[in-house]
């Protein structure tokens, strides 16, 4: 290892915490759309999630959480990573086209009442904010977890969750950080926190 490497890696931490330090900001943020997600799971909603790259890898692993457990053994929740089925994905990319492939499912499986959570760092992504349109026409509430100033994204949600930040590995790595928030805060208040 070199000095170089070093002083890379000691900036990348630098750069990560001072990407989630921003956080503090939007701290009501959060916490709204926490409460949002568990209001939606007691009265009996789901929650979709959609990204595409590192940002569905960070939808699927959200939803993991809420549908296994997060913090303590509890009954189920439901969720759905739209990118999470090859077959579907595949099948209306290729009938529908690319920007479709979340928002036919929005359609097909979104409720009055559901949570549509769409990741995206530069909030520009055109299937992401399809289906933020399709989640509004259907009666989800959406929470947008984007960069820096949210992009086309902010005008899209009722809860805007946009990291101070224009880089995609720092913007992930504060997404997966108000992910699990999101995630304790639906849990604790539908399941106590014991």
């Known amino acids: 290892m070199s000095e170089e490497q070093i002083r890379l890696v000691r900036q990348r931490i630098d750069e990560s915490i001072r990407a989630k330090q921003g956080l503090h900001e939007m701290a009501g943020a959060i916490a709204a759309a926490g409460a949002a997600m568990a209001q939606s ?92 349109d399709a989640a509004g026409a259907a009666g989800l509430t959406r929470i947008a977890m984007t960069g820096a100033g949210g992009g086309p994204m902010a005008a899209r949600c009722e809860h805007l969750l946009a990291v101070s930040s224009d880089q995609t590995p720092r913007i992930q790595e504060a997404h997966i950080l108000v992910g699990h928030i999101l995630c304790e805060i639906a849990e604790a208040a539908l399941f106590g926190n014991d």
Do not use: W
């Open 41 to 132: 799971l007691r009265d009996g909603g789901k929650i979709l999630l959609c990204g595409n790259g590192g940002s569905a890898s960070d939808a699927i692993h959200l939803a993991g959480e809420i549908v296994g457990r997060f913090l303590f053994d509890r009954p189920s929740a439901p969720a759905i990573a739209l990118p999470a089925n090859a077959a579907t994905m595949t099948a209306i990319a290729n009938d529908y086209g690319y920007d479709e492939v979340f928002a036919r499912q929005v359609r097909g499986l979104g409720r009055p009442g559901d949570v549509l959570i769409g990741l995206s760092t530069s909030g520009r992504s055109p299937n992401v904010l399809a289906a933020l």
